[in-house]
């Protein structure tokens, strides 16, 4: 999403939370063996658990955004200006969007691929640390960016934790959705956005 003078398209970024939901619900279906493949899905766990620590988990991100945002030049932290466009869009966009995005990346990264990767390295610890790695790397406009890049797989890390130690993925799903609820709304109040530069042609983002 360059600054180019192209708009990114809202239903591309609805469009990609469906495909990644599906890939990570195919995934489980795939690797399920005598398990149903939606089991992931109906284990709610405690209520209180979930709602309370995915909320402290959000808060932890929520209060390291607006440490990075506050403390290092918007340079090593600005995107492609995809967070931006995020805080354009209207309240309700914005809510169904990052609640469509929280339970279709953490299907795909937490319960598929985590599950894959614990099962595989026979270690909690490595399984949630390459799932981490892999979401964050997943982000494709974070790859020349290493605060970024290191902000998304330290989340990945608390929401890996989230997921396995309630044993249910709404923990992250909420944690994630609320991060990025509240970010984003804060951004739309111009609150934590890096400052743009007017564009000169030739120049930097």
């Given at each position: 999403?360059?600054?180019?003078?192209?708009?990114?398209?809202?239903?591309?970024?609805?469009?990609s939370?469906?495909?990644f939901?599906i890939?990570?619900l195919?995934?489980l279906?795939?690797s399920?063996?005598?398990?149903?493949?939606?089991s992931?899905?109906?284990?709610?766990?405690?209520?209180?658990?979930?709602?309370g620590?995915?909320?402290?988990?959000?808060?932890?991100?929520v209060?390291?955004?607006i440490?990075?945002?506050?403390?290092l030049?918007?340079?090593?932290?600005?995107?492609?200006?995809?967070?931006?466009?995020f805080?354009?869009?209207?309240?309700l966009?914005?809510?169904?969007?990052?609640?469509?995005?929280?339970?279709?990346?953490e299907?795909?990264?937490?319960a598929?691929?985590?599950?894959?990767l614990?099962?595989?390295l026979?270690?909690?610890?490595?399984?949630?640390?390459?799932?981490?790695?892999?979401?964050?790397?997943?982000?494709?406009r974070?790859?020349t960016?290493?605060?970024l890049?290191a902000?998304?797989?330290?989340i990945?890390?608390?929401?890996?934790?989230g997921?396995?130690?309630?044993?249910?993925?709404?923990?992250?799903v909420?944690?994630?959705?609320?991060f990025?609820?509240?970010?984003?709304?804060?951004?739309?109040?111009?609150?934590?956005?890096?400052?743009?530069?007017?564009?000169?042609?030739?120049?930097?983002?």
């Amino acid at each position: 999403m360059e600054h180019d003078g192209r708009r990114p398209s809202l239903w591309m970024f609805y469009l990609s939370a469906v495909y990644f939901g599906i890939l990570g619900l195919i995934i489980l279906w795939l690797s399920g063996g005598n398990d149903a493949w939606w089991s992931v899905l109906v284990a709610m766990g405690h209520p209180w658990q979930v709602l309370g620590l995915g909320a402290v988990l959000a808060l932890i991100v929520v209060g390291m955004q607006i440490a990075v945002a506050t403390c290092l030049p918007d340079r090593l932290w600005a995107d492609d200006g995809t967070n931006a466009f995020f805080s354009q869009l209207s309240y309700l966009h914005i809510f169904l969007l990052m609640a469509l995005t929280a339970l279709a990346e953490e299907i795909f990264f937490r319960a598929a691929i985590q599950s894959l990767l614990v099962e595989w390295l026979h270690s909690i610890a490595a399984g949630i640390a390459v799932a981490a790695a892999v979401f964050a790397v997943a982000h494709v406009r974070y790859l020349t960016k290493p605060v970024l890049l290191a902000g998304a797989w330290g989340i990945g890390l608390l929401m890996g934790w989230g997921y396995w130690f309630t044993g249910s993925i709404w923990t992250s799903v909420w944690a994630h959705f609320l991060f990025n609820f509240i970010m984003t709304v804060l951004g739309k109040k111009g609150w934590f956005l890096p400052r743009r530069e007017p564009q000169t042609a030739g120049g930097e983002d």
